[in-house]
């Protein structure tokens, strides 16, 4: 797509949202059988899968830790998720996904529980638009909850930015491409402490800042929906 | 500062939500954050005296010495054998543990046990390491065979034996007669016939999804008679004495 | 056993921070000595060997001819990457996967500040639209982990795309060539700064020495521009932030990249 001429039009986005406003959001619990815990989120026209395995037995044995279970976390894109086909197989985003999704969820576990264990959560993008790292914490949370992992509290994940010189919140694709700040954050709700935090793009100090508040707005609201979705399996 | 209780009892709650403020006696499923105490998993509320707890619809199997289980031989060794028991670490049970005289000079491990074998066991230990030493030196522990394994979530295996047992001595009277019920969640049994053994299975899948509900023991005991009602051919005497009732 | 040393370490270093102190007696705000050389490689068309106290970087630039990517077909192309060289450090982390992933994220984080603060014109770097761009390559060698790689990386990087003599890509029949014996320099707008703060428990500190990484909570990358416009943010480590932790991180940030401007006195080359 060409850069469109205005990203804003009279306060409203291409797709129609507000500046403060998310895109859809549907969540649901324990889709897989076979895994020990399962997430699936979709999120605006992003598809998300999580799994989590463990606590289990380590592999590769060597990265064991004595008095602590590790948390292993694989982001993944399908080849199919994009709309130029990706070559199947991680690449060095992902990597660097996996390692900050790691260090987002990390603080929420009590990985003391089990030692010499592995948790292992795969983060399975089905369909991509922008904001899949934050569908996957989101996804990811989800599903270390399902699998009884015990938790401190959930992590939620949600990104602000700035598009035609305004700050924003939920960057989709075209407005990722033509914006000019995207910032992603993964937040533990009850104490809003913040687990991942990046940016890319061009933010003074105080953009910054408001890029932030509004973000950190939308945490209770996530946090309501992945509650929601965790008692709809038992009530349901 | 005073005592509260922030959840009602048996609410179910999600980790990260405040379930008491105060000096309580902390269980499982639950953690303390200064005077507020949280609980850690997804799970039932359960308030008795001055314990708190979170009863966890969830999770894996951690061993505890005493509990018995159904574990699978992976690997013969030296002096005895791995077993896979579902848990974070394998189980290792010695050869002095099994009630089998060995001669260690000329006898042969895999006559006793050899891999793919199911075993009734019993957790003896588990140290720091969470290395986890089995034994079989009780009368009921034994080598299994024949039947077929089920799996359920470790959460959810007190609710199929029930409230003293009641739960597990229904589905032995109506469905199957020897049925082992692992703490590990691995569950053996041997029916009569493949259509009981699939019965058991419904049952288990049911009982897995409703865990948590009031009424459970009630509609299972209604799924039985719905099922003796359509088609009993080759019911066991058991079953007879059933369906007079 | 290396588990029980790194834990004694961890413990050592957080109390010593607790108590207002540093290991090697700096200011919490206060940046190691930093000296560097230019033009160390005559292979590459610019090059950098950085000391940050005891980290040393080796950065190397080179130049190619190639595809532009199809959604900029005039601009020429970045491509930064930065590998562990087995001498710089025994090797305490376990098992490839682990290690890599944290120079993938040095070389991602660098990259970012320097894509994001458009250091380099790209535009001036097309030979034939959709056709034939100049390709950037900054490759980062890191010869000596002595602790705050991203920052040291990013500065290296930055001081030899600053003095690169590049080739003089044209074309010919058609093809690009690089002329014989003539070089010119990047066309550079802006000089990005990178700046680490580092939280072990409520003290920031910058500039963590590989003693120090062990011991903090995590750290937040801050990548800023001459106009202290933020170009690039990168929570690294797991331990979590508050509001007013990042904010008062960037604060301290701000301050001391435009200490280290002062310092450094980094230029544009006429």
Redo the contacts between chains.
Sequence with gaps: MEKPERLITEGKRLDGRALNELRPIKMKVGPLKRADGSGYVEWGKNKVLASVYGPRETHPRHLQESDSAILQVRYNMASFSVEERKRPGPDRRSTEISKVTREALMPALFLGYYPRSSIDVNIEVLQADAGTRCTGINAASLALADAGIPMRDLVVAVAAGKIDGQICLDLDKNEDNFGEADMPIAVMPRRKNITLLQMDGDLTPQEFMQAMDLAMGVVDYLYEMQRNALMEKYRG | MSDTVETANRA?V????LVARGRYKLEE?V?REGDEI?S???GLVDLHGNTVRVI?????Y?PKPGDRIVGMVTEVQFLGWMVYIRS???GILRVSEVPYNFDVVKGNLEDILRTSDLIYAQVLSVN???QVKLTMQEPELRKLVGGRIFTI?P?KVPRVIGRKGSMISMLKRSVCREILVGQNGIIWARCTDARREDLLKTILRKIEREA?TSGLTNRIKSLLQEERRFGEAGATDNGRQEAGR | MQEVVEEVKRESIRSLVADGKRPDGRAFDQFREITYETNVISTAEGSCLLHLGDTQILVAVKTAAGEPYPDSPDEGVLITSAELVPLAAPDVESGPPLSSDKYIEIARVVDRSIRESKMIDFSKLCLERGKYVVVVFVDIHTLDDGGNLIDGATLASVIALLTCRMKKWELVDGKPVAAAGQTQALPIRRIPIACSVAKFGKALLVDTTHEEEIGMDSKIVFGLDEEEHIRAIQKTGSGPWSREEIEAALELARKTVSDLRKKLKLEVAA
Excluded: K, N, Q
């Design positions: 179910l999600t980790p990260g939500t499923g953690f949280y850690s998993v997804i966890p619809l969830e999770g894996a951690i974070p670490m394998p720091e390491l969470m979530s959460a948590h």
